[in-house]
Structures are given as C-alpha cells and as structure tokens.
C-alpha cells in the first residue's frame, strides 16, 4: 500500500512540473535519496521549465538532537547528490548534451537544508520563536526566497535557450515532414 502511495504522489508531481520554475524537493533523513526519490529528481531534471531543485531533508531531530551530527546528515546527503546521483544522471543524460549540462549545474553544488518539520509545526502553533529556530525552518525559508529572487534574471535565460532548443527540434521534424510529403507527392506524380 505504502509503495503504491509513493507512486502516486510521484504520478501528481510529475503533472504539475511543466508549470513550474523550481522545485523543492523534501527527502526524509530516516531514507535519505531512495530510489524512488532519485528517479522523480532525474524525472524533474528532464522537464523544461525546472532549473533549480532545492532539498529539504526533514526528520534530522530523528537521527540526532545534536545539531552538529545534523549537520554532518545533511553533508552526507549533499556528497550523495553531487556525487552518486550525480553519476546516475550522467549515465541516463548521456545522450543529451542540454539535459546533461542541467543536471550537473543542479547537482553538483547542491542546496540541501535540514528541517525539523515537528519543532517547525510546534513553533507556530505556540508561537515561539526558540522553537522556530531550532527547527531551522526559518533560515530554510530565507534562503530559499533569496534563492529564487536571484535566480530570476538567470531564469529568463534559461527559459529562452529552452524555447530555442525546442523550436529547433519541431522545426527538424517539420523539415524531414515536408521533405516526406514532397518525396512523396513527387513519386506518385510520376
């Protein structure tokens, strides 16, 4: 039940990202980068309109109260991103020289935080500060808006070299089309 529950998620995310400019992607610190996680990132690399994937990685209270075993999670899951899938996508996007050049410039140096969503909840229900702050929701929150507001102009480029891309390639097929229908049309004139 719980394997045909991830699969439809994925099924629902993997709709909406022709919409959307980036994704954050939340990565549970219990089984961090599943297979199943791995695929949907690759799957979010392949699509247009995504230039950007920020990680949130939640449940770290779970592995550790201590924030610096935390934090060492959270490098052990960036080394994982910018090396293992890193890998794997160089293998899948082999072909692909635009989609390749896209996941390594997402993967390699990879924006991973850690959030604990429990201590986050916590803190806006009583309203308190301390406990916000030590869920480093906050910080996660600020950085990820300062992410995205620089990423804007760099975005417009992006998205323009996609168009471009995509122009290119229906106008080949058009080209062979039409190249088709006059071969065609040329024999049976004949």
Request: net charge negative; glycine share 2%; hydrophobic share 40%.
């Amino acid at each position: 039940l719980e394997f045909r529950r991830v699969l439809f998620r994925s099924k629902v995310t993997l709709s909406v990202l022709g919409s959307i400019d980036a994704a954050v992607m939340v990565i549970s610190a219990i089984e961090p980068l599943s297979m199943t996680e791995q695929d949907l990132i690759l799957n979010m690399i392949k699509e247009q309109g995504i230039h950007h994937i920020v990680f949130a990685v939640t449940h770290i209270d779970i592995a550790s109260d201590e924030e610096e075993e935390q934090d060492q999670l959270i490098s052990f899951i960036k080394r994982r991103i910018s090396e293992d899938l890193l890998e794997r996508a160089r293998s899948r996007f082999s072909e692909d020289e635009h989609i390749l050049k896209k996941a390594e410039r997402i993967l390699t140096s990879p924006d991973v935080y850690g959030i604990t969503s429990v201590q986050a909840i916590e803190g806006f229900l009583h309203d308190s500060e301390q406990m916000l702050t030590l869920s480093r929701f906050p910080h996660f929150k600020n950085e990820l808006l300062s992410l995205l507001t620089a990423a804007q102009s760099a975005d417009i480029r992006l998205n323009a070299e996609d168009y471009v891309l995509q122009i290119d390639k229906e106008h080949e097929k058009w080209k062979e089309n039409e190249k088709k229908y006059l071969t065609d049309k040329i024999q049976n004139a004949a």
